[in-house]
């Protein structure tokens, strides 16, 4: 097989947490708890799971957004947990990201021609008439019209506005993305138009995603690998097709049932008891407490990623 | 006033892109309208003041003093003769001078300080933040006092220590505004850009903040007025014989009973430019916060 695009090792990211005048130190918030994998040039990799499970930091680790605190992220032969900042942000021309909300992530007292090229601006790429066509070109690569140039990014809906971002993420031909809930934001109806302009610029441009939503029908749709996070661990990654016909980790399961779907006649549906552990992680299998299947060895040993059915699951049930 | 050239769909100060401003908005708001329209009357009385003003201030004429308002002395003459008005409008210039040289001074200082405090954070912000706390346990006008009286009375003292005490107050709003726009998802977008600190800086932090810095800018000329008429009250800023507004309160306080238009002018010109200079702030404020668009 031919090296990834991105091979994540053993990332970790821990807040610590606020030192108090009297009493211990408390526990560091295990955001990221030593997760790997890889990320192959042109597919689309999902990343799922509840809120607060560190997709969105994993996302942000990756590209150095939020420094690691341990592990590894292998770009082309770099670690780009070790590169110096200055290094890294010429490195950011490869990799962009593309917001969750189109609100926040515009600058309001920019205008939409200036909002686009500002990758171009603050690596002093492109200037004059080259940036005005370069903007042209991206403006029209997103589907909006030209008139949109000189207005300010309130007078456009949220699917524009993603448009937008995903335009200004573009800018720089950057061959990788992290799309962190994209298309979360928006409605339903604008979700299906944003994801299908993603498809056919990845088609168009190769690019490479890491698509990271909580909506499983969007990952589903888009994605060709996906992985399943709980807690800051990865508990299963594998194709897309596969994970969702037949999820092996209980904790996938338990995600895809809960997920919403018109199909009537289903199985049983797993619904998960219990809470997620609030202080740190268990010794043992983090998914433990939830578990309708935990048996006395998940209490003691954390289950390692496994190779099973063509794709790697983290418990002790799957062999 | 000059906000109506204030047009954002053109209009850039230093490179940076204004607020949004509809034309003549800002003079639909009744708090800009009239503080400017008071502002622009001692502005333009001060700058024209040598051709203004009927009478030489500092011109004393004993036959013709503490004489009451009208006649050709329109707001009378104090102990010496001398003509109230034209002290008034002669003394507008030093009123605006304390306010320009202390948002001046409050400006650089605090936008810097802000700056560095609230967007690098670490030992830096903790530095500089405990300074400001030093400095902000003291009563402002205390520590205005006891600098004059080391320094000595006179105006360039009194401005010094005006503009001083005026930066502490200005670095801790400044950096908490640069605290909260510092975590705007704008701002990661630009360093997942590969912008690095300044550039974020200059290209997202001191645009969004202009509307608090024209604010700020102000309140604070408003404060300085004040402190600056109190100092020279006390006989520790401008001394005689400038007119000042302050220093015209002093000396009229002895006359108080037979010639109460001495401290009664001087005292209401105060007031006028301090609350003109603080409605215009709040109208602006009103106008350019964020959260009053979309």
């Not at chain 1, 996302?59 to 947990?81: K, S």
């Not at chain 1, 950011?92 to 021609?113: G, K, W």
């Not at chain 2, 726009?181 to 997942?192: H, M």
Request: proline share 7%; aromatic share 6%; with cysteine.
């Amino acid at each position: 097989m031919t090296e990834p695009l991105l091979r994540i090792k053993g990332l970790v990211k821990h807040y610590p947490g606020r030192r108090r005048l009297f009493g211990p130190r408390p526990a560091p918030t295990r955001a990221i708890d030593g997760i790997s994998f890889d990320i192959h040039a042109g597919e689309t990799l999902g990343l799922v799971g509840e809120s607060g499970c560190g997709k969105s930091t994993t996302g942000r680790a990756i590209l150095q957004l939020v420094r690691p605190t341990a592990g590894q992220v292998r770009y082309r032969h770099q670690d780009l947990t070790a590169l110096p900042a200055a290094q890294m942000r010429d490195l950011r021309r490869e990799m962009q990201m593309i917001f969750q909300d189109p609100y926040s992530s515009l600058d309001p007292r920019m205008r939409v021609a200036d909002l686009i090229a500002e990758p171009l601006d603050i690596h002093g790429i492109a200037r004059g008439p080259a940036r005005r066509e370069k903007v042209a070109e991206l403006l029209d690569a997103v589907g909006l019209p030209a008139s949109a140039l000189s207005r300010y990014p309130h007078e456009f809906s949220g699917g524009q506005r993603q448009r937008i971002g995903i335009a200004r993420a573009l800018a720089l031909s950057p061959k990788f993305i992290v799309a962190d809930e994209a298309v979360s934001a928006l409605d339903v109806s604008i979700q299906a138009q944003v994801i299908n302009l993603m498809q056919d610029l990845q088609d168009r441009l190769g690019l490479t995603y890491l698509f990271i939503s909580h909506n499983l029908n969007v990952v589903r749709h888009i994605s060709d690998r996906v992985g399943v996070m709980y807690l800051g661990q990865l508990v299963e990654i594998g194709t897309s097709r596969d994970v969702f016909a037949r999820p092996l980790h209980p904790y996938t399961r338990a995600l895809i049932d809960a997920a919403p779907s018109l199909n009537a006649r289903r199985r049983e549906r797993v619904i998960l008891q219990g809470e997620v552990p609030k202080a740190g992680v268990p010794r043992g299998c983090i998914f433990r407490s939830r578990c309708p299947e935990a048996r006395a060895l998940c209490a003691t040993d954390r289950p390692q990623p496994r190779e099973a059915d063509g794709r790697l699951v983290a418990c002790h049930n799957i062999s | 006033m000059s906000l109506m050239r204030l047009d954002p769909a053109r209009g850039r100060i230093a490179g940076f892109a204004l607020p949004r401003l509809p034309r003549f908005r800002a003079l639909r708001n009744w708090r800009v309208s009239l503080g400017g329209a008071i502002l622009l009357v001692v502005l333009v009385s001060s700058l024209l003041a040598p051709w203004i003003s009927p009478f030489d201030p500092y011109a004393q004429d004993l036959k013709a003093a503490l004489l009451p308002p009208g006649g050709s002395h329109l707001l009378g003459t104090d102990e010496f003769g001398r003509d109230l008005l034209s002290r008034l409008i002669w003394g507008g210039r030093i009123a605006l001078l304390v306010a320009a040289v202390s948002v001046v001074v409050s400006l650089i200082a605090g936008l810097f300080l802000g700056l560095v405090a609230g967007y690098f954070g670490g030992w830096l912000d903790a530095l500089i933040m405990r300074g400001v706390d030093i400095l902000l346990a003291f009563p402002n006008f205390l520590l205005a006092i006891a600098m004059v009286a080391i320094l000595g009375p006179g105006l360039a003292n009194m401005l010094v220590a005006i503009a001083i005490f005026g930066i502490p107050g200005f670095v801790r709003l400044y950096r908490a505004e640069v605290l909260t726009l510092k975590g705007a998802d704008y701002v990661e977008a630009a360093r997942s850009m590969g912008a690095g600190p300044w550039q974020v800086i200059r290209r997202h932090i001191l645009p969004n903040s202009i509307p608090l810095v024209i604010v700020l800018c102000s309140l604070r000329a408003a404060t300085a007025i004040l402190v600056a008429s109190g100092l020279s009250f006390l006989g520790l800023g401008v001394e005689p014989p400038l007119p000042d507004w302050g220093a015209m309160l002093t000396n009229g306080r002895e006359y108080l009973r037979v010639a109460p238009h001495l401290t009664t002018v001087p005292g209401l010109a105060i007031m006028a430019l301090v609350f003109a200079f603080n409605i215009f702030g709040d109208g602006l404020r009103d106008i350019l916060d964020p959260r009053r668009k979309h």
